[in-house]
């Protein structure tokens, strides 16, 4: 049964920072993309990073110099680092795999639940 189970989101004020972290489950995670996608209230879910197995990232436009992506094959977990947090970064956060490297979520298979991250001006 597969898993992705993300933690770490909270509120915090601009220019704060948060650490997601997404722990998986249930398929071979070194073999598959993996990905952090934000949706907020009205609008519709946007890739923020992807990372390939060996760790090379892409970045969306609007989170690069501030957001990091990473991950620990050894461990099974994908993390986001998310530096100098901006109101307009408030969304849920959802971590996910797939087999295609790119940001559409339309390409990822798998997804957690979400965690909600809130930054206040």
């Known amino acids: 049964q597969v898993q992705l189970v993300e933690s770490g989101g909270g509120s915090v004020q601009a220019e704060g920072s948060l650490r997601l972290s997404c722990v998986a489950s249930?398929?071979?995670?070194?073999?598959?993309?993996m990905g952090w996608f934000r949706q907020a209230p009205g609008k519709g879910r946007e890739g923020v990073a992807v990372?390939?197995?060996?760790?090379?990232?892409i970045l969306a436009d609007s989170v690069k110099g501030r957001f990091t992506i990473s991950r620990d094959n050894a461990k099974n977990t994908l993390y986001l680092q998310m530096n100098n947090l901006k109101p307009e970064d408030t969304a849920m956060y959802f971590c996910?795999?797939?087999?295609?490297?790119?940001?559409?979520?339309?390409?990822?298979?798998?997804w957690g639940q979400g965690t909600q991250v809130t930054v206040s001006s």
């Open positions: 996910a795999a797939g087999r295609v490297y790119w940001l559409r979520p339309e390409h990822f298979t798998y």
């Open positions: 249930g398929f071979t995670y070194s073999s598959y993309y």
């Open positions: 990372i390939d197995s060996g760790g090379e990232p």
